[in-house]
């Protein structure tokens, strides 16, 4: 055969053999894109109305365990962290509901955050949302759980603690009698009784206090809190009694930190650190009250120039009653229930509060708080890639 007729041949051939494979793979993307259709169907409608709703807390999580929905009860609670669940317990949930298809109710214990001792005690449901998706949700009972408890130490601290107060009031008042014509004695025995009435009315209402934090969820309706509006509501409280100590109060400039939480309660676990330090510190001292944002903590400060804290009492000072110096608290009025209700409020808030010190130099108090999350899945539901599954004081 001419060579003509051979080249004529050949790309015929080549022709015939590039567009079967044109064809080939026409069809397949054809068939890949219905296969992809049915794979990356949406979470069915309405879902995302109800998890903003919700006031519990409520995940929506895909095959591979990335969440693409979550509720704001959810972030409060701290069960959410970049994307994925911050608890491997419930993860397994999902995964044993995806696989069985069966829904599931389960009580499980979970550390309310990296740094606190602090438990979440919840109920989890979870179950399949249409064919790709599970559907978690969670009900913290801690308050309930802990209920009794806190109860049987409430009544403890009352009997040892109020006891003497309420000795003292007897007997300041049983001296009154006696002494009726004689006003010099009246108005010291008045005086000392307006003392002692006012520390029992403070130690009943800081009993009050850390029972609460203790009892009760704290974080049972969480906002989204301004740090730098917490420390300053804080530090207003504390400039009257500062000026009366001759003691300067130091503020850094905003932060921008925001974190969930009761404002109420963060509020009086940074004033109790202030008063503290203003009380321990000398005249013409400085206290000084900082917020730092770093790996997604957020971090108040609070460091004076006071009489600082022994080494052997460091590890003890967030105790109920606990007292450094005695003497020094009976004269300053100071309960012992500070700090240790500044170290569950924290707790509360899936943090935690450290102590540095160095005696006759002074003390620094640092309170570390999750900081609270961006919401980019609370709005508009966004279907990621796949990828392969794989107590006072001193």
Known sequence: MDSPWLLLAALLLGLLVGGGFATGLFYAARRGERVARVVTQSVPDGVSQVLDALETAGIVVDPSGNVVKVSPGALALGLVRDGRFAHAEIGRIADTVRDTGEPMTVDVDLSRGRFSDATLHLGVRAARLGTRYVLVLAQDHTESRRLDEVRRDFIANISHELKTPIGAVGLLAEALEPAADDPVQVRKFAARLRTEASRLARLTGEIIDLSRLQAADALHQPELLNVDAIVAAALDQNRVAA?????ALVSAGDSGAKVYGDEALLVVAVHNLIANAITYSPPRGRVGVGVSRKDGLVEIAVTDQGVGIPEEDRDRV?????????????????TGLGLSIVKHTVQNHGGEVKVWSLV???????IRIPEAPERPLTGQIAIPAESPASDSAR
């Open 243 to 247: 000026e009366a100590h001759g003691v």
């Open 360 to 366: 006759g130099k002074g003390s620094t108090f640092t």
């Open 318 to 334: 967030f105790e109920r009653f606990f007292r450094v110096d005695q003497a020094r608290s009976r004269n300053t009025g100071g």
